[in-house]
């Protein structure tokens, strides 16, 4: 078994830098092969543009998706992203390490996404969701927050954490991997006083404990639920009797209860 | 009055380059001044990181949001970024124009998010929400998605568009802005066929007709309801009896009910 871990921080001293650690050493001692993509010390451009295509099959007006088809057709993708697909081909497990910004990916992420999964070749119109390229294989979101734990709930003031994961998580799922329940370290801003020290001292050692745990009972741990290609009409939308099957199907749910319980 | 329009598309002459024109045909009329920053023309850096910040408060240990600060209250934020809050700051009304990319905003956009919204400049832990340093401005987000209009739907494909917007629109609600029904033009993938080519150029020029119209309309269009500074507690948890009031309570309610109509 082999993983990829995808690490998006700035900083490898980082507590993101620590759970990359604890991904490495835990997932070693289960037996994986680990690769990092570390998009910070790759210096990974995440800007998708025509600057990447020098061979346009439209010259004179830029479309990501036609280029990057065209591109994948004729095997003239980018060598940055050509190494990049090659990890993600030889990955069972994905492992996104991310702290959350402005409740999304860093950019450097974000732009890992918009270049790498290249239409043509990483999905098509028809292959997608049940039907991916990555079918079968599982994928993992690990996720810092600085915010208090309880504010990432459906009724705190940064909302519920599932929606904040919810486009990254569907961007995997619809290119074929099956998503397993996120890992969140709330609360993991930089501490200021003394006391703040020792607390956040004992509180990172905490998530760290947990998320190897999380990692050690991966195999045992239900996946997200999302709706298969058979479960939509033409036009995109369910057939009916079919029920909603997707990550925030529970959290609307939480959230309307908050809503109707407060 | 005066607009700004952040612009986040590789190609100027794109469907978002027209709705760009649009906006400032639309808003010339109605005697708005208005700026462009054109991320891509600009090359934009969207990678926040130790680069940005030549002179470190923590040279051994970088943390964007501790820089960020201390490049603040030294007034040494670097100049690309300085512009872009220059004009944010003489901006009342603020509309981000972009593809939507793997159900976010191209990594160009969210650099733009990361690095411009400058912790202790743009926002700090007492400036924040409805006592928001832009509060009593107004955000609209212009957003293009190339499938079919019917998968943005609770029930569809794609999921509630409603759902993909809601970290763009949330952070920008954090910031202090009023935040204006986001405009989405579904169905706007590039044609292939002859036949597609007219139904699409009809599609296109119906999308301008709407912006225009909802450009026109702004002043009587309800804004999304964002819950208060003075509705949570301390630890970020809603006080008792206070209702949720955010973009997401609707689409959860209509997921909810496409879910047990199903």
């Known amino acids: 078994m082999r993983a990829l871990i995808v690490f998006a921080n700035p900083e490898p001293d980082s507590f993101n830098g620590r759970l990359r650690t604890v991904a490495l050493e835990t997932l070693g001692e289960l037996g994986y ?18 600057q990447h295509y020098p061979s ?4 004179n007006r830029f479309n990501a998706q036609t280029e990057q088809e065209a591109a ?53 119109t028809t292959m997608r969701y049940d039907k991916g390229r990555y079918a079968g ?14 504010s990432y709930a459906a ?34 801003a930089a501490p200021v006083t003394a006391a703040q020290i020792t607390g956040v001292t004992k509180h990172l050692a905490d998530c760290e404990a947990r998320y190897r745990q999380h990692l050690l009972t991966l ?28 990550a925030f199907s529970r959290a609307h749910a939480d959230l309307a209860q908050a809503g109707s319980a407060s």
């Not at 346009?56 to 010259?59: A, G, S, V």
């Not at 090659?86 to 910004?101: S, T």
């Open 56 to 59: 346009r099959c439209q010259p």
């Open 155 to 188: 009724d705190g003031r940064n909302g519920d954490f599932n929606l904040f994961v919810w486009p990254t998580s569907y961007t995997l799922a619809y290119i074929g991997y099956t998503i397993l329940p996120p890992f969140a370290s709330l609360g993991v």
């Open 72 to 124: 994948a057709a004729r095997s003239c993708i980018s060598a940055d992203v050509r190494a990049e697909i090659e990890k993600l081909n030889r990955a069972d497990l994905l492992i996104l390490q991310y702290p959350m910004w402005w409740y999304s990916v860093p950019a450097i992420l974000k732009g890992w996404l918009d270049r790498v999964l290249v239409y043509g070749s990483i999905y098509t």
């Open 33 to 50: 092969e680990t690769e990092i993509s570390d998009l910070y010390a790759q210096r990974f451009d995440p800007v998708e543009g025509p």
């Open 219 to 246: 195999d045992s741990r239900a996946p997200l639920q999302f709706n298969k290609w058979g479960d939509w009409d033409q036009h995109g939308r369910l057939h009916g009797g079919v029920t909603v099957h997707n």
């Open 137 to 150: 294989r599982r994928a993992l979101l690990s996720v810092t927050c600085g915010g208090p734990a309880g």
